[in-house]
Protein backbone atom coordinates (compact mmCIF):
# COMPACT_ATOMS: atom_id res chain seq x y z
CA UNK A 1 0.00 0.00 0.00
CA UNK A 2 1.22 3.67 -0.83
CA UNK A 3 1.20 6.00 2.32
CA UNK A 4 0.56 9.34 1.41
CA UNK A 5 1.91 11.88 3.58
CA UNK A 6 0.26 15.44 3.98
CA UNK A 7 1.58 18.69 1.88
CA UNK A 8 3.33 20.63 3.99
CA UNK A 9 3.31 24.20 3.76
CA UNK A 10 6.84 24.67 3.48
CA UNK A 11 6.45 22.56 0.73
CA UNK A 12 5.36 25.35 -0.86
CA UNK A 13 6.69 27.18 -4.09
CA UNK A 14 7.30 31.28 -2.76
CA UNK A 15 5.11 33.73 -3.18
CA UNK A 16 4.78 35.97 -5.93
CA UNK A 17 6.16 38.94 -4.26
CA UNK A 18 8.87 37.10 -2.75
CA UNK A 19 9.91 35.69 -6.29
CA UNK A 20 9.50 39.20 -7.58
CA UNK A 21 11.83 40.71 -4.98
CA UNK A 22 14.15 37.97 -5.16
CA UNK A 23 14.58 38.37 -9.42
CA UNK A 24 14.85 42.19 -8.90
CA UNK A 25 18.20 41.61 -6.43
CA UNK A 26 19.69 39.63 -8.79
CA UNK A 27 18.95 42.47 -11.88
CA UNK A 28 20.25 44.67 -9.91
CA UNK A 29 23.36 42.72 -9.11
CA UNK A 30 24.05 42.10 -12.67
CA UNK A 31 23.64 45.87 -13.28
CA UNK A 32 26.33 46.77 -11.13
CA UNK A 33 28.47 44.91 -12.28
CA UNK A 34 27.83 46.34 -15.63
CA UNK A 35 28.61 49.63 -14.33
CA UNK A 36 31.82 48.06 -13.24
CA UNK A 37 32.84 46.83 -16.48
CA UNK A 38 32.31 50.30 -17.65
CA UNK A 39 34.41 51.73 -15.51
CA UNK A 40 36.54 49.38 -15.38
CA UNK A 41 36.91 49.42 -19.22
CA UNK A 42 37.54 53.25 -19.49
CA UNK A 43 40.09 53.59 -16.07
CA UNK A 44 42.03 50.68 -16.16
CA UNK A 45 45.44 51.65 -18.20
CA UNK A 46 47.23 50.50 -19.75
CA UNK A 47 44.80 49.11 -22.75
CA UNK A 48 44.88 45.50 -23.66
CA UNK A 49 43.17 42.50 -23.86
CA UNK A 50 41.21 43.02 -20.24
CA UNK A 51 39.80 45.79 -22.20
CA UNK A 52 37.75 43.23 -24.37
CA UNK A 53 36.44 41.58 -21.59
CA UNK A 54 34.71 44.56 -19.63
CA UNK A 55 33.74 45.81 -22.88
CA UNK A 56 31.82 41.93 -23.62
CA UNK A 57 30.73 42.53 -20.22
CA UNK A 58 29.14 45.61 -20.51
CA UNK A 59 27.47 44.69 -23.75
CA UNK A 60 26.06 41.12 -22.95
CA UNK A 61 25.57 41.57 -19.02
CA UNK A 62 21.94 43.34 -19.45
CA UNK A 63 21.19 40.34 -21.76
CA UNK A 64 21.98 37.78 -19.30
CA UNK A 65 20.69 39.71 -16.33
CA UNK A 66 17.17 39.49 -18.50
CA UNK A 67 16.91 35.88 -18.85
CA UNK A 68 17.52 35.58 -15.30
CA UNK A 69 15.39 38.24 -13.79
CA UNK A 70 12.65 36.30 -16.12
CA UNK A 71 13.15 32.88 -14.65
CA UNK A 72 10.75 31.94 -12.23
CA UNK A 73 10.35 29.81 -9.49
CA UNK A 74 8.37 27.36 -11.46
CA UNK A 75 10.89 26.70 -14.09
CA UNK A 76 11.83 23.34 -11.98
CA UNK A 77 8.84 20.87 -12.29
CA UNK A 78 7.05 19.72 -8.88
CA UNK A 79 5.11 16.57 -8.39
CA UNK A 80 1.53 17.25 -7.18
CA UNK A 81 0.46 15.58 -4.07
CA UNK A 82 -2.67 14.13 -3.64
CA UNK A 83 -4.61 15.49 -0.81
CA UNK A 84 -6.52 12.84 -0.10
CA UNK A 85 -5.62 10.15 1.93
CA UNK A 86 -6.31 6.07 1.20
CA UNK A 87 -8.19 4.62 3.66
CA UNK A 88 -8.45 0.90 3.70
CA UNK A 89 -12.31 -0.23 4.38
CA UNK A 90 -12.38 -1.94 7.52
CA UNK A 91 -13.09 -5.32 6.98
CA UNK A 92 -16.33 -6.84 8.74
CA UNK A 93 -16.21 -8.98 11.40
CA UNK A 94 -17.21 -12.82 11.21
CA UNK A 95 -20.91 -13.79 12.00
CA UNK A 96 -22.39 -16.05 13.66
CA UNK A 97 -25.06 -16.77 11.86
CA UNK A 98 -24.21 -17.38 8.36
CA UNK A 99 -25.83 -15.58 5.68
CA UNK A 100 -26.96 -16.82 2.44
CA UNK A 101 -24.72 -15.21 -0.72
CA UNK A 102 -27.82 -15.60 -2.72
CA UNK A 103 -30.18 -13.47 -0.66
CA UNK A 104 -30.63 -9.98 -1.45
CA UNK A 105 -28.66 -7.18 0.99
CA UNK A 106 -31.08 -5.22 2.59
CA UNK A 107 -30.38 -1.81 4.43
CA UNK A 108 -33.03 0.31 6.60
CA UNK A 109 -32.58 3.44 6.89
CA UNK A 110 -34.68 4.97 9.85
CA UNK A 111 -35.24 8.85 10.49
CA UNK A 112 -36.47 10.99 13.06
CA UNK A 113 -38.74 13.29 12.51
CA UNK A 114 -37.58 17.33 13.04
CA UNK A 115 -38.26 18.94 16.47
CA UNK A 116 -38.70 22.16 15.72
CA UNK A 117 -40.76 23.20 12.54
CA UNK A 118 -38.34 25.24 10.23
CA UNK A 119 -38.48 28.86 10.08
CA UNK A 120 -40.10 31.52 8.04
CA UNK A 121 -38.92 34.71 7.90
CA UNK A 122 -40.94 36.16 5.27
CA UNK A 123 -43.65 37.12 7.39
Not at 21 to 44: E, T
Not at 78 to 93: K, L, Q, S
Not at 97 to 123: C, F, K, N, Q, Y
Request: proline letters at 11%; a neutral charge.
Amino acid sequence: MKTHRAQSATSLPKAPRESADGRFAKYMLMMGIRIGCFLAMALVTPYGWWTFVFAAGAIFLPYVAVILANVGEDAAETTAINPERAIEAPRPAPTAAAVDPDSPLVIRIAETPRIDPPRDDRS
